[in-house]
């Protein structure tokens, strides 16, 4: 988490890395006076405007100054000043190895001085009791929330930005100025527009994707897949992707899955089939490249296949066994 937060505070961080520092303050006040102790240290690093820059005090010496701002007898924490030159981030960063012989003393400093607040998500959802919960994002973002499941929203610039803890399903909207980036546990999900499973479980996360393209990274590693493929993410490791025969094996749903985010309608037929064990075909190629947005959740075969009909303009025909999508008249 250290790493983390130092790139929190050189602003080099991405949004969803700042998205899982804010929800790691928030889950204890010793991560917070964690946090506030490495910032209070940051803060006094700026390069110097001067030119002679005095030596850099030893940790004994900032030890000895926090320890007496704790006792009142050298003014506010601001007292424990450290000055660098050009040498830059090098710097800096060894010095802020000595955050954490000194973070218990800094730790009292910031109590005398207040606490101040970590922020919170503009929204929470869970999944509380044994059912799913679907969720509708602003931007139009489908979200299924498996059971027990919890996902925050956070209001950052440039970019849409989430955290999760649990298992999900993502239906994202398109939007190429403004990508979606889900944090679970140590990884981060980044995404324009796709449909995708993230499940954080057991120290590991595993994004399996329906659809599109996205990236899985941590402070080990990235690695980008398409369609058809699961990437594990592992706390500690890299995260590696795979092919797979059949993701939907994977997305053990148990009132499945239907959700649609500008899915070609002869994509969303498959899976409407093999949904219900019924055969969809659509019998033409350019209505099958038509894209299609739609959610169902307890709707039958025959609602569900005259829905498609209905959004993409097209005719049905039904018999016991299949449906038949053709264009419409």
Not at 215 to 218: I, L
């Given at each position: 988490m250290d790493e983390l937060i130092i790139k929190v505070l050189e602003g080099t961080a991405s949004v969803s890395e700042e998205?899982?520092?804010q929800r790691w303050r928030r889950e204890s006040p010793g991560n917070e006076a964690h946090f506030q102790a490495t910032e209070d240290i940051w803060s006094l690093t700026r390069p110097s405007p001067e030119p002679?820059?005095?030596p850099v005090p030893s940790a004994g010496s900032i030890i000895t100054r926090a320890e007496s701002a704790g006792k009142g007898g050298a003014g506010p924490r601001t007292s424990i000043g450290l000055l660098f030159s050009g040498a830059g981030r090098r710097s800096r960063r060894r010095v802020l190895a000595l955050a954490a012989a000194v973070a218990a003393v800094v730790l009292v400093v910031r109590f005398v001085g207040?606490?101040?607040g970590a922020g919170a998500p503009v929204a929470t959802y869970v999944a509380e009791g044994p059912g799913t919960r679907t969720v509708v994002l602003g931007d139009g973002t489908v979200v299924k929330l498996a059971p027990g499941s919890r996902l925050e929203e956070w209001s950052l610039d440039r970019v849409r930005s989430l955290s999760l803890e649990g298992r999900a399903f993502f239906a994202v909207t398109h939007d190429s100025e403004r990508p979606l980036g889900v944090l679970a546990g140590t990884s981060e999900v980044q995404v324009l527009g796709t449909r995708f499973e993230v499940f954080e479980e057991e120290r590991a996360v595993r994004v399996v994707v329906v659809e599109g393209r996205v990236?899985?990274?941590?402070e080990h590693g990235r690695v980008e897949l398409g369609a058809g493929f699961v990437a594990h993410a592992p706390e500690g490791d890299a995260p590696t992707a795979e092919s797979v025969p059949d993701v939907f094996s994977l997305l053990d749903w148990p009132d499945g899955l239907l959700v649609f985010q500008a899915t070609p309608l002869a994509e969303a037929a498959r899976e409407v089939s093999r949904h219900f064990g019924r055969a969809v075909e659509v019998r033409d190629e350019a209505l099958g490249r038509l894209r299609i947005t739609a959610?169902?959740?307890d709707q039958g075969f025959e609602d569900v296949v005259l829905a498609l009909c209905d959004v993409s303009g097209a005719e049905c025909v039904l018999n016991d066994s299949e449906a038949v999508i053709v264009p419409g008249r």
């Open positions: 998205a899982r520092v002679d820059t005095p207040g606490p101040t990236s899985v990274s941590n959610r169902f959740d």
